[in-house]
């Protein structure tokens, strides 16, 4: 009961800090969730590679998930802050909301492997560490309006709205890769 309690305590503390309002929050929410990622990649690397690539329960694989974050990262930094018309990499992931991936230049049949969508990930993750380290409180109310192209968002949001619907993303996508390694940790091989 007592670590159920910590981990309560643990999961509250870090969802107050993916609502930063200024630069300084949102480095810090940055390195939160860079360093939650780096313990769970090296967690996974343990397991063989195929494993990786198993669902869990219909969930999303291990690199299903970071094609994902890296799609997420392409609609909410890529197009809407940098406004880069036609931001997505062949790799990325949606859900099934995503009804016409090969219109924004998605290719539902990649299968790369872990190596390929983790160096792909750090590009990623580097460019919103970039972003972040470089914004000021007035350029993160900066009115982001998104580019006449296949895509999405479809609305203006502001430079902070889309960095917290990244940071949201990284996190609640870290949680269940983590609970799906457990499971993937316990299967025989």
Known sequence: MESR???????RAERVRLRPTGPEGLADAWAMIEDIWTGTVARARELPEPV???QVEGEWSFVQTHRHL???TDCWLRRMVKGIAHPYHPWGLGGSWLASPRRWGIDPDADPVL??????RRER???VREVIAAA???ELERNCVPPDSPGHPRKAH?????????LKEEWQHHRYAARDLEVL?????
């Open 5 to 11: 309690n910590a981990e309560r305590v643990r999961l």
């Open 52 to 54: 990786l690539h198993e």
């Open 70 to 72: 890296v799609l997420a």
């Open 115 to 120: 190596d390929q969508v983790l160096d792909l």
């Open 125 to 127: 993750m580097d460019e």
């Open 136 to 138: 000021k409180a007035e």
């Open 158 to 166: 502001t430079v902070l709205q889309c960095l917290h619907v990244i």
């Open 185 to 189: 940790e316990k299967r025989p091989r």
